[in-house]
Structures are given as structure tokens and as C-alpha cells.
């Protein structure tokens, strides 16, 4: 069953160009390396600037496991992780259609 994930990201002030660099090095990454990985989009708040959400979809929850285990997401997150100003607010769902 396609699981999807709604990541919500708060950020250090002045921080936005750093974390956006970072998150689109952990994008390219995780896209090249993980085929379980439908959907991986980063959308910037309209209404706060520091605020961002990520938009994933995996083929199952293989491809789930696969991805928070990934080694070749360990440096670019790590410099995502300089960028947030508290830990990320995650929510699963199941695909229905």
C-alpha cells in the first residue's frame, strides 16, 4: 500500500537559502538512490516565511524503512538539520485513490 508522509519544517530565522540548498541536495539524493520513492516536494509557507512542508509518497513500507535508513542522506541532512528550529512535526497516511 502507497504510504504517504506530510513533514512539517520550522526553520532559524534567516536561514532559508542554507536550508534550501541542504533539503534540494537531500532531494537529488534521495531520488537517484531510493526507486521505492514516488513523490519527494518541498512547498514554502505563503503565510510564514520559515515554514515548510514536504510532500512524500513511497510504494510501501519497505520503501518507508529503506528511506529513514538511508546512508546517502546522512551528510545532506545533517546540514538540513543546522537549518531547523525544533524537531519536524511527521504524519502518515495510506493512499486511498
Known amino acids: 500500500m502507497t504510504t504517504g508522509i506530510i513533514a512539517t519544517i520550522k526553520i532559524q530565522p534567516g536561514k532559508n537559502a542554507e536550508f534550501e540548498a541542504a533539503f534540494g541536495e537531500l532531494q537529488a539524493a534521495t531520488k537517484a538512490n531510493e526507486p521505492g520513492c514516488l513523490q519527494y516536494d518541498l512547498f514554502k509557507s505563503q503565510a510564514e516565511p520559515e515554514t515548510y512542508y514536504v510532500f512524500e509518497q513511497y510504494a510501501d513500507a519497505a520503501a518507508v524503512a529503506a528511506h529513514r535508513g538511508a546512508p546517502h542522506a546522512k551528510e545532506p541532512?545533517?546540514?538540513?538539520?543546522?537549518?531547523?528550529?525544533?524537531?519536524?512535526?511527521v504524519q502518515l497516511a495510506d493512499k486511498i485513490s
Open 77 to 89: 541532512g545533517a546540514k538540513v538539520g543546522a537549518t531547523l528550529a525544533g524537531r519536524p512535526s
